[in-house]
């Protein structure tokens, strides 16, 4: 049996991976990442720099995130919680420019997503609280951050979330799609 399964979803370059659990009664234990295993399932080579932990409570949306400079592709998984976790293709040379994937990640489904460079990034919190792990091929570059709106109409992301998230000041004032710096 395989180390980890990858499972494509409707934006052929966004991966779904599903790493092998040993679990008992005791417990289990998988690897979380193995830079071999990553490279061999998923047919791509590339070097993580920096590794992330946020914490956020029930109904935090944190997104739509994206480095126009320096874009960041992220290996983004949930070590405690819940979350729905949406990747926005912005590369415009992309059969798929504007469209969205999402995917429940949790403590429970260990999956992982990775999102390549070139695209936003973001989840909401359906648990009472998440730890978010994510690791990133670039450093963050503040200069570079940029933002889409979380539900902008253009994008329609169908969020699994009832009324109005807990939002950043950044993320309130995101831009629409249409005025948003994007990626050749």
Same mark, same amino acid.
């Given at each position: 049996m395989p180390d980890m399964q990858v499972i494509t979803t409707s934006i052929p370059d966004v991966l779904i991976l599903e790493p092998k659990v040993f679990g008992d009664s005791r417990g289990f234990f998988f690897e979380?990442?193995?830079q071999q295993t990553f490279n061999q399932a998923t047919g791509l080579s590339v070097q993580f720099v920096q590794d992330n932990h946020s914490r956020s409570a029930k109904g935090v949306l944190r997104g739509m995130h994206? %480095?126009? %400079? %320096?874009? %960041?592709?992220?290996l983004v998984?949930?070590?405690?919680?819940?979350?729905?976790?949406?990747?926005v293709d912005l590369r415009k040379s992309s059969p798929t420019f504007g469209k969205w994937c999402g995917t429940e990640l949790s403590e429970d489904n260990f999956r992982q997503l990775w999102v390549p460079p070139g695209f936003a990034h973001g989840f909401v919190v359906l648990s009472d609280y998440a730890d978010f792990l994510y690791k990133t091929t670039e450093y963050y570059a503040p200069a570079h951050d940029r933002g889409i709106l979380w539900n902008d109409p253009d994008i329609g992301i169908e969020w699994p979330y009832e009324g109005e998230p807990s939002l950043s000041e950044k993320d309130k004032n995101a831009k629409r799609f249409k005025d948003a710096e994007v990626f050749d």
């Open positions: 979380s990442f193995n994206y %480095q126009i %400079q %320096q874009p %960041q592709g992220k998984r949930v070590a405690r919680g819940r979350v729905f976790d949406v990747a």
